[in-house]
Nanobody
Framework: QVKLVESGGGLVQAGGSLTLSCAAS????????MGWYRQAPGKQRERVAS???????EYEDSVKGRFTISRDSAKNTIFLQMNSLKPEDTAVYYC???????????????WGQGTQVTVSS
């Protein structure tokens, strides 16, 4: 079974930086898209950043210019570099991978276990 394992969360002061990692148990190019979502207490899960297998990236408006999603295909890992962190970035961050299906394979959606990011003011 394919797994996603996140790491890199923690406690940081406002203005600081963290880098999250998400290691997949198979080639990341088996997924059509990978991304990072976050969920703060009492709020819905929201997409923060995504990267398609072909390379294009997208970001949620509040993180543009501060967060960068990237990948290392040799390590089957994606990253989320988070700079200029704000208290409102505090949330559990989840890695996601999507396979959109083909005529011979079913679509599926994978999630990691989540990693806590806490930004103190």
């Amino acid at each position: 079974q394919v797994k996603l394992v996140e790491s890199g969360g923690g406690l940081v002061q406002a203005g600081g930086s963290l880098t999250l990692s998400c290691a997949a148990s198979e080639s990341i190019f088996s997924f059509n898209a990978m991304g990072w979502y976050r969920q703060a207490p009492g709020k819905q899960r929201e997409r923060v950043a995504s990267i398609l297998s072909g390379g294009p990236t997208e970001y949620e408006d509040s993180v543009k210019g501060r967060f960068t999603i990237s990948r290392d295909s040799a390590k089957n890992t994606i990253f989320l570099q988070m700079n200029s962190l704000k208290p409102e970035d505090t949330a559990v961050y989840y890695c996601n991978a999507e396979h959109w299906g083909t005529p011979t394979t079913a679509e599926y959606d994978l999630w990691g276990q989540g990693t806590q990011v806490t930004v103190s003011s």
